[in-house]
Nanobody, 120 residues
Framework: VQLQASGGGLVQSGGSLRLSCTASGPIRAINTMAWYRQAPGKQRELVAAANRGGGTDFADSVKGRFAISRDNVKNTVALQMNSLKSEDTAVYYC???????????????WGRGTQVTVSS
């Protein structure tokens, strides 16, 4: 099972970026797909999460600016980031809590990080 993320880059303050992540491989089911981020010198933190039923959760710092969406058929999750601020600068990681075949127990998988840099 692999998580492949894309979409990071450099953007000016107030701009927008969209991150995408696709889970591939032998997957029985995906429970939650999420985005985390880690800024230099800080701990990794949850940015946004989407469960299989459509429920979402956001960090307080991004509420009203970021949106998360997922496609349960294509096993993808996207993070639309608007009104970006310099404090959003971090490495963003895709995460999935999923059940790989032939197992019946879920595990967490991480994609490689993608750098998001917001210049002021």
């Amino acid at each position: 099972v692999q998580l492949q993320a894309s979409g990071g880059g450099l953007v000016q303050s107030g701009g927008s970026l969209r991150l995408s992540c696709t889970a591939s491989g032998p997957i029985r089911a995906i429970n939650t797909m999420a985005w985390y981020r880690q800024a230099p010198g800080k701990q990794r933190e949850l940015v946004a999460a989407a469960n299989r039923g459509g429920g979402t959760d956001f960090a307080d710092s991004v509420k009203g600016r970021f949106a998360i969406s997922r496609d349960n058929v294509k096993n993808t999750v996207a993070l639309q980031m608007n009104s970006l601020k310099s404090e959003d600068t971090a490495v963003y990681y895709c995460n999935a809590d999923l059940i790989p075949l032939p197992d019946y127990v879920s595990r967490k998988y991480w994609g490689r990080g993608t750098q998001v840099t917001v210049s002021s």
